[in-house]
């Protein structure tokens, strides 16, 4: 039977960022072999593509506060997702307290899904020291006992009676770990020159480049979007790896 739009299950997946929201959105589309705004769509700030077929919504923690400003129920919306919740600042954690609020004052149907890939910590619940009888994280150094960041979700969500806990292992990849010599800057001197921080990221990456497999790619982090511009003119000045391309990528890139 056919379904009505006021009758489909609708979720909202949130994002930590613009950039995060429009991909994520796209990649669904793609999976889906639709034109993006069909069943899967995104709104972020001063961006919109949905439609009234839109089942899938991908947002960021701002684009959603201003739809609970607007309809604090959420009416038309089963699930709302929160993804990448260990990047957590002052929207996200509003958008949570909000929807839990929600959830036991007016839609106890509506369900809240927080996702993660560190925020509970290693797999037998430790994130910082060792986990006691009582689930409580006692701190090696002076014996303190505090909840986990983990524990203390659960507990908000409704605690073990109304919060189940999924873990999907994913794929595994071996990883080698090879640190910088004795003669590299050391951390300090990296973060007060910037000149000093690029040049030292561009040996590191075309170090990389020499030792990576056969068609292997590098991902490098810098500090902000100006450390990350001046080291692709770092690298592309070089010209040491001419048939290698070189990309920037921070939030406030425009659309391509």
Excluded: W
């Excluded at 613009?18 to 034109?35: C, G, I, T």
């Excluded at 106890?108 to 996702?115: D, F, H, S, Y």
């Amino acid at each position: 039977s056919t379904t009505t739009s006021s009758s489909k299950k609708k979720v909202i997946v949130v994002e930590p960022r613009r950039v995060a929201a429009r991909s994520a959105a796209q990649r669904m589309a793609n999976l889906l072999k639709e034109p993006l705004g069909t069943s899967v769509g995104y709104a972020i700030r001063g961006e919109s593509k949905q439609s009234s077929n839109t089942s899938v919504l991908v947002v960021t923690d701002g684009v959603l506060l201003n739809m609970l400003r607007k309809d604090p129920e959420l009416t038309g919306y089963d699930r709302v997702i929160l993804d990448e919740f260990h990047e957590r600042g002052i929207g996200s954690d509003t958008v949570l307290a909000l929807l839990r609020e929600v959830q036991l004052n007016y839609r106890e149907e509506i369900q809240i899904v927080v996702m993660s890939a560190t925020l509970l910590g290693s797999a037998d619940g430790q994130d910082a020291g060792y986990e006691d009888d009582d689930d409580d994280v006692v701190d090696g150094n002076n014996g303190d006992v505090e909840e986990t960041t983990g524990i203390k979700l659960k507990r908000v969500l409704g605690g073990e009676a109304s919060c189940n806990v999924l873990q999907s292992e994913g794929r595994q990849f071996p990883i080698t770990i090879q640190h910088a010599g004795r003669a590299s800057p050391r951390h300090a001197a990296l973060f007060r020159d910037t000149k000093l921080l690029v040049s030292a990221m561009a040996d590191a990456i075309e170090e990389g480049l020499m030792n990576a497999p056969e068609k292997g790619d590098i991902l490098a982090f810098l500090p902000g979007q100006r450390e990350i511009n001046r080291a692709v003119r770092e690298l592309e000045s070089r010209g040491t790896f001419r048939d290698v391309d070189v990309f920037p990528l921070y939030g406030a890139l425009p659309k391509a």
